[in-house]
């Protein structure tokens, strides 16, 4: 897992290409105020990306109803368990890998979202048996054939989900890379 210790347009660039195509998620166009403060990405192999098995990036923010607000966006490869990582659903110290659980893909999905300009749904996954406080709510679906996962610190920032929310992948966007904002303190996961 390689993780920056700051955010910056440089380390996010580095991220880029470390995971080279494969996704990297960001909430498109960020409101203002909002910036991304942490990103990850879990690689094997080479740095030409195609080793690459996960991303992560969050974007902090604020909000009229729940002040301070952490978006964590995370795509994988089923088995590799960095989306239940990072939702606390297991810590680093379990062996055991975690996919979404039996809650994805029963009924219709609870939530929807586009990633660039196909519809996904997402289904809740519960944090009820994970350690620690119940403060994020934990959303699952499946995007281009891997699991996507929305954590969102505090629980009640889901409401935000209620709008429009579009989801692009930012390693295809280019020159407008230059004007994201980055900083923050990054959530801890």
């Known amino acids: 897992m390689w993780r920056p210790l700051t955010s910056s347009y440089d380390e ?7 995971v080279g195509r494969f996704p990297t ?14 990103f990850a990405a879990v690689v094997s192999g080479g740095p030409d990306g195609r080793g690459a098995r996960a991303t992560m990036a969050c974007v902090a923010g604020t909000s009229q109803l729940d002040g301070p607000v952490d978006v964590m966006v995370i795509s994988e490869e ?30 219709p999905p609870p939530v929807r979202v586009r990633v660039d300009q196909y519809p996904v749904g997402l289904w809740p996954v519960s ?5 620690g406080e119940w403060d994020r709510s934990v959303l699952a679906g499946e995007a281009g054939g891997r699991w996507l996962w929305l954590v969102l610190r505090p629980a009640s920032a889901i409401l935000l989900l209620r709008d429009d929310w579009i989801l692009r992948d930012i390693s295809a966007t280019g020159p407008q890379l230059v004007a994201l904002p980055f900083g923050g303190a990054a959530p801890s996961w």
């Open 12 to 18: 996010f660039a580095s991220h880029l290409r470390r």
């Open 127 to 131: 944090v009820s048996t994970s350690p």
């Open 78 to 107: 089923p088995g590799t368990g960095f989306g239940a990582r990072v939702a606390g659903l297991a810590t680093p110290q379990e062996t055991e890998i975690l996919d979404p659980g039996h809650e994805v893909g029963e009924g």
């Open 25 to 38: 998620y960001l909430p498109w166009p960020l409101g203002p105020g909002w910036s991304i403060s942490d």
